[in-house]
């Protein structure tokens, strides 16, 4: 069973950054679309971005974060990265990353989250 575990959340002042991480020591995650979510409180789960297993090209970004989030693959490291620049307070949630096997149609993996929090 693949597991992911993510890292690199925390408390981070208006207009700072962040890297976080998403890795699984037990399967590679080259043969897998890789997605960031998030979720607030008191809102329901939303898609971030998503990397492709194939091309290493972002499928998509969510229009709240694009022009200031990354998402990137190395494939040494056996993870994926999401960078974050010019975080907002609206960007204050619990992300998580996941694997789909289906090119991103269906994720069956899903790691435990790592919060972030924008404030001052």
């Known amino acids: 069973q693949l597991q992911l575990v993510e890292s690199g959340g925390g408390l981070v002042a208006p207009g700072g950054s962040l890297r976080l991480s998403c890795t699984a020591s037990?399967?590679?995650?080259?043969?897998?679309?890789i997605g960031w979510f998030r979720q607030a409180p008191g809102k329901e789960r939303e898609g971030v971005t998503c990397i492709s297993p194939t091309d290493d090209n972002p499928s998509y970004y969510a229009h709240s974060v694009q022009g200031r989030f990354t998402i990137s693959r190395d494939k040494d490291k056996n993870t994926v990265y999401l960078q974050m620049d010019s975080l907002k307070h609206e960007d204050t949630a619990l992300y998580y990353c996941?694997?789909?096997?289906?090119?991103?149609?269906?994720?069956?993996?899903w790691g435990q989250g790592t919060q972030v929090t924008v404030s001052s």
């Open positions: 996941a694997a789909s096997p289906t090119g991103g149609e269906q994720y069956d993996y």
């Open positions: 037990n399967y590679t995650l080259y043969h897998f679309a």
